[in-house]
């Protein structure tokens, strides 16, 4: 079993829906600029679509091309009719993640957690957990820390639907406390889609809100969404030059006996220099990503 206190530290700026029916959108998945991919077998996918599009997805990961993208497949919940089915075939593929629809508590992932003992080819492959519904907002700390956690995906249209909610401000406690959640156990934590997926500055300016909040990165459902959520999930030009120059001060500071160092009329302390080194150290993953 992979460790569970090893950090994933590849990024999660981008992190695009496909249909697993769309044979098309999935070969034009590999040559996108996107950090992960989530083949959907879920709500993307019709009824009558779901068997073909479960073979066809294990076929298509089989065969890769997906390089450095981190690949994970949305499978439907065990409370219906395909999510044992959609197991047993992509099981095999070992896909990075399995990502469970509706997880309402920690018996849920315990569940699918289990099905994976039985099977040695997934003895990497984690979970991820589609956060979406009250109670599973309400078991965010304890759905972190089941077996084989290592990401959530905020499903804020389910979300929405379930409280009634009409805004994103509605929502604002449950993204948080996922996050919360998510920093307390080390785990990915991605937010909502964005479903006007024509309006760029929209979509911009959710992806800022998110970036503050602490979000990893953006699930999206189009092509055209990748480079909007890419610029805002990176640090900036500014932000890495701001975080070599902490360092620096720091460093200088404590070569003359101080702990605290100036930058720009702020303290730098040793909190901020962390802070600086992950921004280093991000930018320098994504640089990895984008070399591969
Ligand atoms: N991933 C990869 N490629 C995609 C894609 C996606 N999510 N969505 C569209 N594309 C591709 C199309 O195949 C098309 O490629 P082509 O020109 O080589 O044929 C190109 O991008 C342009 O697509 P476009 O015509 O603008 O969109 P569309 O009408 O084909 O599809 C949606 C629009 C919204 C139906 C589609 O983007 C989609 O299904 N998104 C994912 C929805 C989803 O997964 N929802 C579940 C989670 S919320
Ligand atoms: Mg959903």
């Known amino acids: 079993m992979a460790c569970p206190m090893m950090h994933d530290t590849r990024p999660y700026r981008s992190v695009l829906y496909i249909p697993a029916s769309r044979a098309r959108a999935m070969e034009k998945a590999k040559g996108l600029a996107v950090d992960a991919i989530i083949f959907d077998l879920e709500d993307a996918v019709a009824v009558d679509e779901k068997p073909a599009a479960r073979d066809l997805l294990r076929e298509t990961l089989s065969t890769g091309g997906f390089g450095p993208r981190a690949q994970i497949v949305r499978i439907n919940g065990f409370d219906t009719e395909w999510g044992q089915a959609d197991l ?3 099981a095999a593929a070992a896909p990075q993640a399995i990502l469970l629809p ?3 508590g920690p018996a849920d992932i315990e569940a699918l957690a289990a099905l994976f003992e039985q099977r040695p080819e997934t003895a990497d492959t984690r979970i991820w957990a589609m956060m979406e519904t009250p109670a599973g907002i309400l078991n965010a700390a304890r759905i972190a820390t089941a077996p084989r956690m290592a990401g959530f995906v905020m499903g804020t249209n389910d979300l929405a639907k379930d409280l009634n909610a009409r805004s994103r401000e509605a929502m604002i406690t449950a993204l ?3 996050l919360l959640a998510a920093r307390a156990h080390g785990l990915i934590c991605v ?3 964005y479903n006007a997926f024509k309006d760029e500055e929209g979509l911009a300016a959710e992806c800022r809100q998110g970036r503050d909040f602490g979000f990893d990165g953006k699930t999206l459902i189009h092509p055209a969404q990748i ?3 890419n610029a805002a999930f990176a640090p900036s030009e500014a932000e ?5 120059r902490q360092i620096e001060a720091f460093d200088s500071a404590m070569a003359r006996g101080e702990g605290v160092a100036v930058v720009d009329g702020k303290i ?3 909190l901020h220099v962390e802070t600086a080194r992950a921004t280093l150290a991000k930018a320098e993953a994504i640089a990895m990503m984008e070399a591969a």
């Open 88 to 90: 047993d075939t992509i």
């Open 102 to 104: 509706k997880v309402n």
């Open 176 to 178: 948080q406390t996922c």
């Open 191 to 193: 937010d909502g889609v």
């Open 227 to 229: 480079a909007i959520a």
């Open 240 to 244: 890495l030059d701001l975080a070599r």
């Open 268 to 270: 730098v302390e040793n």
